[in-house]
């Protein structure tokens, strides 16, 4: 590992760690998907061995996997349709602490956990904090409507492009039995109205587009050194 990515992964821990020390004795925590949360696991299971009680509602598979492995208690939005807290990454930040989010194809469970939950904690590196959003946009869409949904994205001036699995041929399957279209715009200039408009297509199951929670978001941004705290003022600690 080269000395970038060895900061990289320093910011992640960072932030991760921060994130998990926030977490407190009985509380209902949702999980996130993607590496800096994978750091959070791994603080939070040693809170764990250390007496604390928590339960958990990982938003895909690998995480509920990792959650198990780790001795952290699991639970579901069934039995906790309020959560006291949800700890997520990003692909893009943006001043006003809205999101891109699904690199890993899992923005559905997770923006179901960040809705139930009373408080946000968004944990990133410093290369996801931008000034615009700006990133391509993942689709969550039904395999049954998955043409006429293409055709319709392109009506918002986007590049839809079907998302390719690595390890198989074929497209991405969400854990949701979905596929993800990925959307590249020369620009979003309403975050908010572009969610809008793709959640208004039907046969669309959900956008990357997370712009509905800001105000009870933290975004926690690691640091070698140390991390930055940016939080809306509507939020109570």
Do not use: W
Not at 80 to 101: Q, S, Y
Not at 168 to 177: A, C, R
Not at 222 to 237: H, L, N, R
Request: neutral net charge; proline residues 5%.
């Amino acid at each position: 590992m080269d000395q970038k990515a060895q900061d990289l992964s320093k910011a992640k821990r960072a932030a991760g760690y921060k994130a998990a020390d926030m977490i407190k004795d009985g509380m209902v925590v949702g999980l996130g998907t993607g590496s800096t949360v994978y750091y959070m696991i791994e603080r939070l299971a040693e809170h764990v061995r250390n007496g604390m009680r928590v339960s958990a509602i990982p938003t895909s598979f690998q995480t509920a996997i990792r959650a198990r492995e780790a001795g952290i208690p699991l639970t579901t939005l069934d039995d906790n349709p309020v959560i006291d807290i949800a700890v997520d990454g990003a692909d893009e930040v943006d001043p006003e602490l809205r999101l891109i989010k699904g690199r890993g194809a899992a923005h559905l469970r997770e923006k179901c956990v960040a809705a139930a939950a009373r408080q946000f904690i968004v944990v990133v590196d410093d290369q996801k904090v931008v000034r615009k959003l700006g990133a391509q946009v993942p689709v969550e869409v039904m395999p049954f409507a998955i043409m006429p949904v293409m055709a319709r994205l392109r009506e918002l001036e986007c590049e839809p492009v079907i998302r390719e699995a690595v390890k198989k041929d074929g497209p991405v399957i969400t854990d949701n039995g979905n596929f993800v279209v990925d959307c590249k715009f020369s620009s979003i200039g309403n975050p908010e109205k572009l969610e809008a408009a793709i959640a208004a297509i039907p046969g669309v199951v959900e956008s990357g587009l997370f712009c509905g929670f800001t105000k009870k978001t933290t975004v926690i941004v690691g640091g070698i050194k140390k991390c930055t705290v940016i939080t809306s003022p509507d939020v109570v600690a």
